[in-house]
């Protein structure tokens, strides 16, 4: 019963903009009707994603200079729509936590199935805790062997304050050579897709 989903990560290059890209891709095959929402003011990428232009975009939304309908794009891909993050000099960061985006996301639930937000990394800024308590569900991409336990269970707790469920962590770049007891799974998995 979500309708928004947060795809956050703890650090920068855990994969979470993939992610997010991914899931959208996966609910527009599944005929649900999906926007994708570039909400990394930091360090956009979903534009060069979807190869369209980077504006207009979220800020020109959340500014009330622009309708949702107007910034939307369509994609190549059938029932996938995206925000992109807009030009480099409308964004800013402090509308991501403003009843703009409330107004912003109510408008995308009555004309979208799914609404999937990337956002920056939480070390390098409050936005996905912004961006969670408007939201209905989180999900978190951490890159295996790289990010610490302690760092996700703090992103964890803090979320717990926050309105939006999280829905689980997503391990990512998981390599069959780092052994444990998922080893010969990933191995498997692996030998079974490449025969």
């Known amino acids: 019963g979500h309708a928004t989903l947060v795809v956050m990560s703890g650090m920068p290059a855990a994969g979470a903009t993939s992610v ?13 009707r999906v926007l994708l929402i570039d909400a990394n003011f930091r360090r956009p990428a979903m534009h060069r994603v979807f190869a369209l232009q980077e ?5 020109d939304v959340l500014a009330k200079s622009r309708t949702l309908a107007e910034c939307a794009q369509a994609t190549t891909t059938p029932n996938l729509d995206l925000l992109c993050a807009g030009s480099k000099e409308h964004r800013v960061f402090e509308r991501l936590s403003t009843d703009a985006v409330s107004e912003m996301l109510a408008q ?14 939480v070390v390098v800024g409050n936005d996905a805790f912004a961006l969670a308590s408007r939201c209905d569900a989180s999900l ?10 302690g ?8 979320l717990s304050d ?3 469920e999280l829905l689980g962590v997503v391990v990512n770049g998981v390599k069959s050579a780092a052994g444990g007891y998922m080893k010969r799974n990933i191995q498997t998995a692996h030998e079974y897709q490449s025969a």
């Open 20 to 32: 997010a890209a991914n899931l959208a891709l996966a609910f527009a095959a599944a005929d649900e």
């Open 162 to 164: 926050h309105r939006s």
């Open 108 to 121: 995308a639930r009555s004309a979208y199935d799914l609404v999937l937000i990337d956002v920056a990394p």
């Open 55 to 59: 504006a207009p975009g979220l800020p």
């Open 151 to 158: 760092m996700v269970a703090r992103i964890k707790n803090e």
């Open 140 to 149: 978190l991409v951490v890159r295996a062997m790289a990010d610490k336990r």
